[in-house]
């Protein structure tokens, strides 16, 4: 099982990122794929979920209506585009799996239910 992130990167306030977790070794279909990120010193925070085989969706209260989740089933890849960013979404985001073939209707948003993890990108938003 492998999750690569990509698609990090410094910008300015007010701009826009596409993050992409390409992932193998696995049935993508039977997962769900969550975005963490973690700021130093902080604690890890769960940021945007979708179980890749009912398109079902979570958007955590701090990103809603500006970040976006979405997948590709024939690349195996799910993106994150995020729009607006403001100084407090720098962090370094990281994607992860969690099998859901048997909850294809419920959402797990706790970093304790993801099993793999991929390396982390960096984004840092600047003014």
């Known amino acids: 099982v492998q999750l690569v992130e990509s698609g990090g990167g410094l910008v300015q306030v007010g701009k826009s990122l596409k993050l992409s977790c390409t992932t193998s070794?696995?049935?993508?279909?039977?997962?769900?794929i969550g975005w963490f990120r973690q700021a130093p010193g902080g604690e890890r925070e769960g940021v945007s979920f979708i179980n890749v085989g009912t398109d079902l969706t979570y958007y955590g209260s701090s990103v809603k209506g500006r970040f976006t989740i979405s997948s590709d089933k024939a690349k195996n890849t799910v993106y994150l585009q995020m729009n607006d960013l403001k100084i407090q979404d720098s962090a370094v985001y990281y994607c992860?799996?969690?099998?859901?073939?048997?909850?294809?209707?419920?959402?797990?948003?706790?970093?304790?239910?993801?099993?793999?993890w991929g390396q982390g990108t960096q984004v840092t938003v600047s003014s």
């Open positions: 992860s799996s969690n099998w859901a073939a048997a909850s294809k209707w419920v959402l797990n948003t706790l970093a304790s239910d993801y099993d793999y």
């Open positions: 070794g696995f049935t993508f279909n039977d997962y769900a």
